[in-house]
């Protein structure tokens, strides 16, 4: 896997996708809200974590995630709301997708300064 690693200012950028099986949209995106609401409660980096469901393609989820770097996505997958969406999503989904990483380049990530 190669890296990606984003300039000052920029964030990095998590895309995964999921094919939920059929009667399992309800489960999966119940499990998806508590990784989703988690991250942005308890991860000081993660500054978005959208689902996603794309208009035609009703067993299709999307999440879009963003970091304000590399290290905060890291942090994110030794998580326990993570590791209850792991736990919980092999069984509700036909197919997982490559996860896209990406760099950010508009708009510039703003930090917050205490």
């Known amino acids: 896997m190669s890296t990606v690693s984003p300039a000052d200012g920029q964030a990095f950028v998590v895309i995964a996708q999921f094919q939920v099986k059929p009667g399992s949209l309800d489960a999966f995106l119940d499990a998806a809200r508590d990784d989703a609401m988690h991250s942005l409660v308890d991860e000081p980096g993660c500054r978005q974590f959208d689902i996603i469901r794309p208009a035609g393609m009703d067993d299709?989820?999307?999440?879009?995630?963003?970091?304000?770097r590399r290290e905060d996505f890291d942090a994110h997958?030794?998580?326990?709301?993570?590791?209850?969406?792991?736990?919980?999503?092999?069984?509700?989904?036909?197919?997982?997708?490559?996860v896209l990483f990406s760099v950010r380049h508009y708009p510039l990530q703003r930090r917050m300064h205490t």
């Open 60 to 68: 299709t989820v999307i999440f879009y995630e963003v970091y304000d």
């Open 77 to 98: 997958l030794e998580t326990p709301h993570l590791a209850r969406f792991r736990k919980a999503f092999p069984a509700l989904i036909l197919e997982e997708r490559p």
